[in-house]
């Protein structure tokens, strides 16, 4: 007679066999989602007022990272390159973006100031041909249920019907997303950061009131994140976050350190190139900094936080 505790035994032990014999492709694991900013060449004017420091290198290394780590999707949140309308500014950026595409890497992009500067229409067709999903008065892309909203912030540069537009297209997108039972969390973009404490470029009035308010109404937009100031910081405004992540090459830029400034979360993080990975935990996001050590031979992780629905 077979003893009972054998039994016992050889039951416990079958289901955890069969356990283990699951393929590992049935565990799922959230998806990396990368963005950079301001990988744009250091203009000789540019260096009269701020020092570089091995900014093409800093950009080059920056690319070689991403391209390691493999994220689902990565975007280019605008001053790509120096001078947009310049076919030779684009070399080492078009390596970079087939580079990701042979890897499966989905790049997309919205347009900074750089990237239109001096002759537009050239500049948005040297953008368009590297970055075809692009639409110039904005557009959606989805990964792992995270809608990225990327806005057109060259205000100046945009005809008055177009500011109108894409004012209208916003409001309703992220109606559409935030009634949509597809998409669990939002993150809106542009380039002009709309709270900043750069002594450069300072703050974007415009931003704030035309793309701040929807962002903070919507019930599921959760990050903002936005470059041209070249610096990491990090805000809260009305309960959600704001992120200046323009460390991707471009010259750093000195912040004010009077007593009005902007409280910065992360104002003990300042590295001089960075680039932000952002990965889904149910509703909400785990965002992460990778700083360029600075001796520029490796990556670290730098500041990170999880946003809140509570606001």
């Given at each position: 007679m077979v003893n009972s505790k054998i039994i016992f035994l050889l039951l416990a032990i079958v289901p955890l066999a069969c356990l283990a014999q699951l393929p590992a492709s049935n565990v799922s694991t959230p998806a990396e989602i990368d963005f950079t900013s301001d990988t744009?060449?250091?203009?000789?004017?540019?260096?009269?007022l701020l020092k570089p420091t091995h900014n093409l290198q800093a950009t080059s290394l920056l690319f070689t990272e991403i391209l390691k780590t493999k994220p689902k999707s990565l975007?280019?949140?605008?001053?790509?390159?120096?001078?947009?309308?310049?076919?030779?500014?684009?070399?080492k950026v078009d390596v970079f973006l087939d580079s990701c595409r042979k890897e499966n890497i989905k790049v997309h992009g919205l347009l900074?100031?750089?990237?239109v500067m001096f002759k537009t229409k050239k500049g948005e067709s040297n953008f368009e041909k590297r970055f075809p999903d692009h639409v110039i008065t904005g557009y959606t892309s989805v990964t792992d249920s995270v809608a990225v909203i990327l806005l057109n912030s060259n205000f100046k540069k945009l005809s008055a019907d177009d500011n109108s537009k894409q004012n209208a297209w916003y409001q309703s997108e992220l109606n559409r997303l935030d009634s949509s039972a597809a998409i669990k969390v939002i993150i809106v973009t542009c380039h002009h950061a709309p709270y900043t404490n750069s002594k450069i470029?300072?703050?974007?009035?415009?931003?704030q009131?035309?793309?701040v308010p929807p962002f903070i109404k919507s019930k599921k937009a959760r990050l903002f994140i936005t470059g041209h100031a070249h610096d990491f910081e990090h805000f809260k405004e009305?309960?959600?976050?704001?992120?200046?992540i323009g460390g991707g090459g471009g010259l750093h830029q000195p912040l004010n350190d009077a007593a009005n400034k902007l409280p910065d979360l992360a104002s003990d993080y300042k590295p001089l190139f960075h680039y932000l990975s952002v990965k889904r935990?149910?509703?909400e996001l785990q965002a992460t900094s990778h700083f360029l050590f600075s001796d520029f031979t490796g990556f670290g992780i730098g500041h990170s936080f999880t946003t809140s629905s509570q606001h």
């Open positions: 744009q060449q250091p203009m000789r004017v540019e260096e009269i975007y280019m949140l605008g001053d790509v390159v120096s001078l947009g309308y310049k076919n030779s500014k684009w070399k900074g100031n750089h990237d470029v300072g703050q974007s009035i415009p931003v009131e035309n793309f009305h309960g959600k976050d704001f992120l200046v935990v149910g509703d």
